[in-house]
Structures are given as C-alpha cells and as structure tokens.
C-alpha cells in the first residue's frame, strides 16, 4: 500500500463510516486526539474499519501509541505493516 492510498482510506473512513465532525482539520499532521478528537474507543473504531475494508490483519501486539498519534504516522503504520 502506498502512502496516498492509506492517507485516502483514513480519510474516507472518517468521513464515511464515522462521520467526524472535525474532518476539516484532517490532514498529516492532524494529531488523532487533539485535533480530530478521536478518543480511545474511536481509535478502536478506526482500526477495525481499517481492518475490514483493507482486508488486512492488525495485530495487537504490534500495536504502539506513537504509530496512532497523527494522521502521518497512521499512513506510515499502515505502509509498513502492508509491505511487510
């Protein structure tokens, strides 16, 4: 997955199956909490929408706070953890 492929699938997601209300504050260096307002329990969400629609696995063990902390670092997770 390239990287303007995942920046595009977080932004649809929140757009689409999340409905933000910040969405216009998205972009790579939107911080997920602070300026989306994503919570934990939304950030949750959003890793399960990624999961489903991208038909990829997740795993938890992987996960790590830094990788969930703007919307460049959620791109660049998802580009490693597809070209893995």
């Given at each position: 997955?390239?990287?303007?492929?995942?920046?595009?699938?977080?932004?649809?997601?929140?757009k689409e199956?999340?409905?933000?209300?910040?969405?216009?504050?998205?972009?790579e260096?939107?911080?997920?909490?602070?300026?989306?307002?994503l919570?934990?329990?939304?950030?949750?969400q959003?890793?399960?929408?990624?999961?489903?629609?991208?038909?990829?696995?997740?795993?938890?063990?992987?996960?790590?706070?830094?990788?969930?902390?703007?919307?460049?670092?959620?791109?660049?997770?998802?580009?490693?953890?597809?070209?893995?």
């Open positions: 997955m390239r990287r303007d492929e995942a920046m595009r699938a977080i932004y649809n997601i929140l199956k999340m409905n933000i209300a910040t969405l216009s504050l998205f972009g260096s939107a911080r997920l909490n602070e300026d989306l307002y919570d934990s329990v939304m950030v949750l959003l890793i399960l929408h990624l999961e489903l629609d991208l038909g990829i696995d997740i795993p938890d063990d992987i996960l790590k706070p830094n990788d969930f902390h703007t919307v460049a670092s959620l791109a660049d997770f998802l580009e490693r953890l597809q070209n893995e």
